[in-house]
């Protein structure tokens, strides 16, 4: 049945009788909050999280020297892993089945404060791009309506101040690790 609907959907986009905008696959809402490798605090949205000891389990490629954007599509969590350390987890959201997020490892090649897609003319502010047009940004539709929404294959995050905090810390170079788990 949902294959149905995704083709009656696709074929509609396809006619020009909706946007694609509105097509946006519904998805379960998010998953408890995940913790983090150590005690202490987090920033999530505007509110607060205090963080208890965990047992978030990073793939190997995460647990390196240095900085990593840790992003697991299952979790649906980046985390920013700094010499095997977890300092900081944000929700993220991606791309739909049409235009889905790379799996793998990649690199961050170009970082843009302010940057405004050239094929959506979407903003993406706090771009941290790291595979082709694909980029870790702030998403204020993510801010918005939340799970129930996808991007054009970018990682959205929904906390402004998380993300601000993360790209004032990730370097070009840096590694970024997206997986399924």
């Known amino acids: ?23 946006s696959e519904p998805l379960a809402p998010p998953a408890a909050a995940a913790p983090i490798a150590s005690t202490g605090t987090y920033q999530e949205g505007t509110a607060t999280v205090t963080a208890a000891a965990s047992k978030v389990k990073l793939p190997k490629r995460c647990k390196t020297k240095g900085r990593v954007l840790c992003i697991s599509k299952s979790k649906r969590k980046l985390y920013f892993v700094q010499n095997g350390k977890i300092r900081k987890t944000v929700s993220a ?11 793998g490892t990649f690199h961050v090649f170009r970082k843009n404060r302010h940057w405004v897609s050239t094929i959506y003319h979407s903003p ?3 771009s941290m791009f790291f595979s082709g047009g694909q980029a870790v940004h702030y998403s204020s539709d ?14 959205n995050i ?12 990730i370097r070009v170079g840096d590694k970024v690790v997206v997986y399924r788990g």
Request: glycine letters at 12%.
């Open 1 to 23: 049945m949902k294959h149905l609907i995704r083709i009656l959907l696709g074929t509609a986009v396809g006619l020009g009788l909706i946007s694609a905008a509105l097509v």
């Open 93 to 103: 959201r991606f791309g739909c089945y049409r235009t889905p997020t790379r799996n």
């Open 124 to 126: 993406m502010p706090y």
């Open 142 to 155: 993510f801010a918005r309506r939340g799970y129930y929404g996808c991007s054009h294959g970018c990682v």
């Open 158 to 169: 929904r906390s402004w101040s998380g993300i601000a905090w993360i790209y004032k810390r």
